[in-house]
């Protein structure tokens, strides 16, 4: 099966981009990382890029795409986040959110991992069936029964995180459960809160029907949060990783 990657990640309202992305793939396997930083004197920017940089670097050099692996990958890179925190004085407080998707791409298998609220989204048949939990106040709000899911983008506490990368005490990210099995048609994205605050799932499954390639859904996307960010809006930024032929892609989210 071929892969459609795209990219998207821009400053959004903000001076300085604090979100990062990046991917590594080979015959065999492939990376997606994608981090959403924050800290004080603009190290933001720099803990997102140490923490993709970190993953990457990891994966490549052994690739695996087990629930295991990835977990070991986001302890070092909170590992690498606190050497860096070392490295100057206002870099001392940065923290990074991670989002990772690996493919076993020889037996069409693939894991994602998590901590924060930059988040994982699975689609099959042009369906949401997987997205990810954030780790949040808000969210534990909601679990504990105390709201309802539209706080996620409404409550004044929304972007107030329960875990993030950059701690001594490496935090315990969410893991898929297993490798799941790939089929033709299935597609991932990981992103930023600065794209999913303004476009609702329902949006997504949207614009993927009407979407002719990666490329094309992300663009859709980034309209949506154009169309109803306010002035000073965050960064934001997704990856778009289609498996299978793109005209395949559409075709079954278009007959969903």
């Not at 298998?109 to 949040?136: I, K, M, N, P, T």
């Not at 169309?227 to 005209?247: E, K, L, T």
Request: a negative charge; one cysteine or more.
């Amino acid at each position: 099966m071929k892969l459609d990657i795209a990219v998207l990640s821009r400053t959004g309202g903000r001076p300085t981009n604090e979100d990062a992305c990046g991917y590594w793939t080979s015959d065999a396997a492939g990376c997606w990382v994608l981090a959403d930083g924050a800290g004080g004197h603009g190290a933001g920017d720099v803990a997102a890029r140490c923490v993709v940089a970190s993953v990457l670097r990891g994966f490549a050099s052994a690739p695996d795409s087990t629930p295991a692996a990835l977990s070991r990958l986001i302890a070092q890179a909170n590992a690498d986040l606190l050497g860096a925190q070392q490295e100057a004085r206002g870099q001392r407080d940065m923290r990074s959110t991670v989002t990772v998707l690996a493919v076993d791409r020889s037996g069409w298998r693939a894991s994602w991992a998590h901590v924060g609220d930059s988040r994982v989204y699975g689609f099959r048949g042009g369906r949401l069936r997987l997205q990810s939990r954030d780790h949040s106040v808000v969210q534990d709000l909601i679990d504990a029964g105390l709201g309802d899911p539209s706080m996620l983008r409404k409550h004044p506490q929304r972007s107030v995180l329960l875990a993030a990368l950059g701690s001594a005490e490496a935090p315990r990210p969410e893991l898929s459960a297993q490798p799941e099995r790939i089929v033709d048609g299935d597609v991932y994205m990981l992103c930023s809160d600065g794209l999913w605050e303004y476009v609702e799932e329902a949006e997504m499954e949207d614009s993927l029907r009407r979407s002719e390639s990666a490329q094309g859904w992300l663009e859709a996307l980034e309209r949506g949060v154009l169309g109803r960010a306010r002035r000073g809006h965050d960064n934001y930024s997704a990856i778009a990783v289609w498996i299978g032929d793109p005209a395949e892609v559409t075709r079954f989210a278009a007959r969903s």
